[in-house]
């Protein structure tokens, strides 16, 4: 069972290129989470799906925008990279939107924008 | 504003010894409160959780404790082994907001031998 897989696991980009971040989970689940991990500020919610079909913004969802594509799939996109936007990204789902909130994690992808 | 915070960044323990990880958050309403554990180029995986009507949950080696009063919670760690080195994060869930995480910065444990 592959849980949460992410794509690519590296990247590295010129500020104002664009790129989109693939995830996909085979867990069945109805909710999905981006978020970025920077040093010191923990993991920071940027887009989240509750279910197939719906999508809202997190705590810093400016410059990127997500498609949740079907219920496996969900895609986070940055039209016009800035160096501000260097993290690692996490892709990361739940059963539902109830419960303790706990999340199953994919490996992340490291992005540098040059 | 961040809600949950994590104030110490790192703590280095003996093998054998207790490791105390801390947490302070703002928003009394938390709902639910969670530990994750990363180990370098992986994801999070989830470690242990309290809801907030409780004030402790055990599962083996692992013990968090919850402070309502003082908007307080720690992990303890006992006994601390070479494979707990890893960094902790304490995160907690609103089910009003949908039961979004929302995390501290993380501590980093080194447990040496």
């Known amino acids: 069972n592959a849980g949460v897989t992410q794509t690519p696991k590296f990247q590295v980009l010129k500020t104002g290129q664009s790129m989109t971040l693939q995830c996909a989970q085979d867990?069945?689940?109805?909710?999905m989470y981006w978020y970025r991990q920077d040093p010191g500020m923990g993991l920071r919610l940027i887009y989240y799906s509750a279910s197939e079909g719906t999508t809202d913004k997190g705590e810093v969802p400016n410059g990127y925008n997500v498609s949740r594509l079907n219920k496996r799939e969900f895609s986070l996109r940055l039209e016009s990279a800035a160096p501000s936007q260097t993290s690692v990204y996490f892709c990361?789902?739940?059963?539902?939107?109830?419960?303790?909130?706990?999340?199953?994690f994919g490996e992340g992808s490291r992005l540098t924008v040059l | 504003d961040q809600q949950v915070k994590q104030n110490s960044p790192s703590l280095s323990v003996q093998e054998g010894r207790i490791s105390i990880l801390n947490c302070d958050y703002t928003?009394?309403?938390?709902?639910?409160f969670l530990w994750y554990k990363k180990y370098p180029a992986e994801g999070p995986t989830f470690l242990i959780s309290?809801?907030?009507?409780?004030d402790k949950n055990e599962d083996g080696r692992f013990t968090v404790f919850l402070n309502k009063s003082a908007k307080h919670l720690s992990l303890h760690i006992v006994p601390s082994q070479p494979g707990d080195s890893a960094v902790y994060f304490c995160a907690a869930s609103l089910k009003a907001a949908g039961n979004k995480l929302t995390f501290g910065g993380g501590t980093r444990v080194l447990v040496k031998p």
């Open positions: 867990m069945n689940h109805n909710s």
């Open positions: 990361a789902s739940s059963p539902q939107t109830g419960g303790t909130g706990e999340l199953f």
């Open positions: 309290i809801s907030s009507i409780k």
């Open positions: 928003n009394s309403m938390f709902d639910y």
